[in-house]
């Protein structure tokens, strides 16, 4: 059952027999075994500056009394006794409450998401040259860019003092496209990413959307810049996608929830966001997206969550601890980007339900608005959010009128939801996201959403 990169002692019935041994010692007793293998490329402006393969091998324990939590990380497995003991000690030195772990029925299982990735590392760095290639050939105004692969297939072995053991793999990939253009003191800069945990050849064949990085930060050059004002804007799936995730998503999450008495009246169940159209959801058990797995890092099955449904807030994102503080169910969204962290409340793949308004009725009645695609970059602090559109056009009488460039979205993500006018029927799963939280940054997850109407957003 382990993967051939771990060590052949550290078979399951030995890490279950450590298990057994110390499990008496605390409340709850897991160990989590990590094996990844991956290539990493990057280029800026022509120059390779990393090229790489690899593979790292490690784990953790963690163990958990009276309320208080202990941690050990290694990547050298004949020490797993060691850190058993290590995570036991850091417990109970802690601990000094209660044990609020959500109960969960144990799990046996093995399942597998690897793909085969049969491109040779020449073939990977030749494709980043080849895209780089058409970064670069767009026009003398581009000055810099850049553009970075990377793969990775992993193999995670969790066992617990309950009877839990899974064993669970998958595959990632990622490439991400960048272009800045400059005209005297003026720079634009586009981006595009892609990512697939499908088929390697889902990276293949992008010159289209390389070719719109480019020539969208040079066109941006000679662009108008949007007058500030408060408009009806319509977003694309691409960028509603991301406000679904970056502004809604984070406060579902519990463990922002249940620290915060102000937000946990704020995120009330039962509390109206949106109109009776609204639906938003959470989710890796559907699988094929980025933010998919059978399991959590907790050992917890996949579930989707709906969150809002007919536009009252009915759901919020668990752990087994935040489950257990708060009285409700895990939802398996217990999370860590690799062994040296611990798992935490994480986003899988974040999505707002498709509408029933035609795409182009969405422009009806507006006679001066904004229409935003894509996604430059943007930032949430608590309820506020601003993010930069890729791309943007004025409104006007109802049609998309002239491109106008420097578009920011901003506002409060709660005033922002009632204020969604109109769904609509499109929709579209954007893969390309990397999630940030507690310093673990590029966490893989998927975002979807249909095109959305939205009335008094702040443009600037």
Same mark, same amino acid.
């Given at each position: 059952?382990?993967?051939?990169?771990?060590?052949?002692?550290?078979?399951?019935?030995?890490?279950?027999?450590?298990?057994?041994?110390?499990?008496?010692?605390?409340?709850?007793?897991?160990?989590?075994?990590?094996?990844?293998?991956?290539?990493?490329?990057?280029?800026?402006?022509?120059?390779?500056?990393?090229?790489? !393969?690899?593979?790292?091998?490690?784990?953790?324990?963690?163990?958990?009394?009276?309320?208080?939590?202990?941690?050990?990380?290694?990547?050298?497995?004949?020490?797993?006794?060691?850190?058993?003991?290590?995570?036991?000690?850091?417990?109970?030195?802690?601990?000094?409450?209660?044990?609020?772990?959500?109960?969960?029925?144990?799990?046996?299982?093995?399942?597998?998401?690897?793909?085969?990735?049969?491109?040779?590392?020449?073939?990977?760095?030749?494709?980043?040259?080849?895209?780089?290639?058409?970064?670069?050939?767009?026009?003398?105004?581009?000055?810099?860019?850049?553009?970075?692969?990377?793969?990775?297939?992993?193999?995670?072995?969790?066992?617990?003092?309950?009877?839990?053991?899974?064993?669970?793999?998958?595959?990632?990939?990622?490439?991400?496209?960048?272009?800045?253009?400059?005209?005297?003191?003026?720079v634009q800069t586009a981006?595009? !990413?892609?990512?697939?945990?499908?088929?390697?050849?889902?990276?293949?064949?992008?010159?289209?959307?390389?070719?719109?990085?480019?020539?969208?930060?040079?066109?941006?050059?000679?662009?108008?810049?949007?007058?500030?004002?408060?408009?009806?804007?319509?977003?694309?799936?691409?960028?509603?996608?991301?406000?679904?995730?970056?502004?809604?998503?984070?406060?579902?999450?519990?463990?922002?929830?249940?620290?915060?008495?102000?937000?946990?009246?704020?995120?009330?169940?039962g509390r109206r966001f949106?109109?009776?159209?609204?639906?938003?959801?959470?989710?890796?058990?559907?699988?094929?997206?980025?933010?998919?797995?059978?399991?959590?890092?907790?050992?917890?099955?996949?579930?989707?969550?709906?969150?809002?449904?007919?536009?009252?807030?009915?759901?919020?994102?668990?752990?087994?601890? !935040?489950?257990?503080?708060?009285?409700?169910?895990? !939802?398996?969204?217990?999370?860590c980007l690799d062994y040296?962290?611990?798992?935490?409340?994480?986003?899988?793949?974040?999505?707002?339900?498709?509408?029933?308004?035609?795409?182009?009725?969405?422009?009806?009645?507006?006679?001066?608005?904004?229409?935003?695609?894509?996604?430059?970059?943007?930032?949430?602090?608590?309820?506020?959010?601003?993010?930069?559109?890729?791309?943007?056009?004025?409104?006007?009488?109802?049609?998309?009128?002239?491109?106008?460039?420097?578009?920011?979205?901003?506002?409060?993500?709660?005033?922002?939801?009632?204020?969604?006018?109109?769904?609509?029927?499109?929709?579209?799963?954007?893969?390309?996201?990397?999630?940030?939280?507690?310093?673990?940054?590029?966490?893989?997850?998927?975002?979807?959403?249909?095109?959305?109407?939205?009335?008094?957003?702040?443009?600037?």
């Amino acid at each position: 059952m382990v993967n051939s990169n771990f060590n052949q002692k550290w078979v399951p019935d030995v890490i279950e027999a450590l298990i057994q041994k110390y499990k008496s010692q605390v409340d709850f007793l897991a160990i989590r075994l990590e094996s990844m293998e991956g290539t990493e490329i990057l280029l800026r402006s022509g120059k390779v500056e990393t090229l790489s !393969t690899g593979v790292s091998v490690g784990g953790q324990v963690r163990a958990y009394h009276r309320g208080g939590w202990g941690l050990s990380s290694f990547n050298k497995l004949d020490t797993l006794e060691l850190r058993v003991q290590e995570a036991i000690a850091a417990a109970r030195w802690v601990g000094n409450d209660e044990n609020n772990l959500a109960p969960l029925a144990p799990v046996r299982d093995q399942k597998s998401l690897i793909i085969p990735i049969q491109a040779t590392l020449a073939q990977k760095r030749d494709l980043c040259f080849h895209y780089d290639e058409i970064l670069r050939s767009q026009s003398d105004q581009i000055v810099s860019n850049s553009v970075s692969y990377n793969d990775s297939t992993q193999t995670v072995i969790i066992a617990n003092s309950e009877g839990t053991l899974i064993e669970q793999a998958w595959s990632d990939l990622e490439m991400r496209f960048g272009a800045t253009a400059r005209k005297g003191d003026v720079v634009q800069t586009a981006r595009e !990413t892609v990512g697939s945990r499908l088929a390697f050849t889902d990276l293949e064949g992008l010159d289209t959307q390389v070719k719109s990085a480019a020539s969208r930060a040079v066109s941006a050059l000679d662009l108008p810049v949007v007058q500030g004002d408060t408009y009806t804007v319509v977003i694309d799936p691409v960028l509603a996608g991301l406000f679904v995730h970056e502004a809604f998503g984070h406060l579902s999450e519990a463990d922002m929830i249940y620290e915060n008495p102000d937000l946990l009246e704020v995120m009330a169940l039962g509390r109206r966001f949106g109109t009776e159209d609204l639906q938003i959801f959470d989710g890796a058990s559907i699988l094929g997206h980025r933010g998919s797995y059978f399991y959590d890092d907790e050992g917890v099955p996949a579930t989707t969550t709906q969150l809002i449904k007919d536009g009252v807030l009915v759901g919020r994102l668990h752990s087994r601890e !935040t489950a257990g503080k708060l009285g409700e169910a895990p !939802t398996g969204n217990a999370r860590c980007l690799d062994y040296h962290y611990a798992p935490i409340v994480r986003m899988t793949n974040t999505w707002i339900g498709r509408g029933m308004t035609p795409v182009v009725d969405l422009f009806n009645d507006i006679p001066v608005g904004v229409y935003a695609k894509n996604w430059q970059g943007g930032m949430t602090n608590g309820e506020m959010f601003t993010f930069t559109a890729g791309e943007a056009w004025m409104i006007r009488n109802g049609k998309i009128a002239e491109p106008v460039r420097d578009v920011t979205l901003s506002g409060n993500v709660f005033q922002t939801l009632g204020d969604i006018e109109a769904i609509a029927n499109d929709f579209f799963w954007d893969e390309s996201g990397g999630c940030g939280k507690g310093g673990q940054n590029g966490l893989a997850v998927g975002c979807g959403s249909p095109s959305l109407r939205i009335r008094d957003v702040i443009v600037a």
